[in-house]
């Protein structure tokens, strides 16, 4: 049974740092994309990062230079590591991998391309 699921999201003051983590299980983490995305209340869930099977990586701008993500095959889990926190990332965080086939050495940040995700977890970036 595939299962992700995210942990490490609290209050951070604005310009503070929070490391999330998304732990895989039913699957191996390393052969499957995985996507973060986020919703903040009243939008739709944005993609913003994402890394592939080959490691590779995609961005949106707002989050360049700012989020990294990573991955330890050892422990099944995917890291995103985010810094300069900003009031406007405050949402719920997900993460999220794709049902086979697997497009090799490619991510997307489409929501629609993702069929497993986690429940969540909630950053909230406030003085």
């Known amino acids: 049974q595939v299962q992700l699921v995210e942990s490490g999201g609290e209050l951070v003051q604005p310009g503070g740092s929070l490391r999330l983590s998304c732990a895989a299980s039913?699957?191996?983490?390393?052969?499957?994309?995985i996507g973060w995305f986020r919703q903040a209340p009243g939008t739709g869930r944005e993609g913003f990062l994402c890394i592939s099977n080959s490691g590779s990586t995609s961005y949106i701008d707002s989050v360049k230079g700012r989020f990294t993500i990573s991955r330890d095959n050892a422990k099944n889990t995917v890291y995103l590591q985010m810094n300069s926190l900003k009031h406007d990332d405050s949402a719920i965080y997900y993460c999220?991998?794709?049902?086979?086939?697997?497009?090799?050495?490619?991510?997307?940040?489409?929501?629609?391309?993702?069929?497993?995700w986690g429940k969540g977890t909630q950053v909230t970036v406030s003085s």
């Open positions: 039913g699957f191996t983490l390393e052969y499957y994309p």
């Open positions: 999220a991998t794709v049902r086979p086939p697997i497009r090799a050495g490619q991510c997307q940040l489409t929501a629609s391309e993702y069929g497993y």
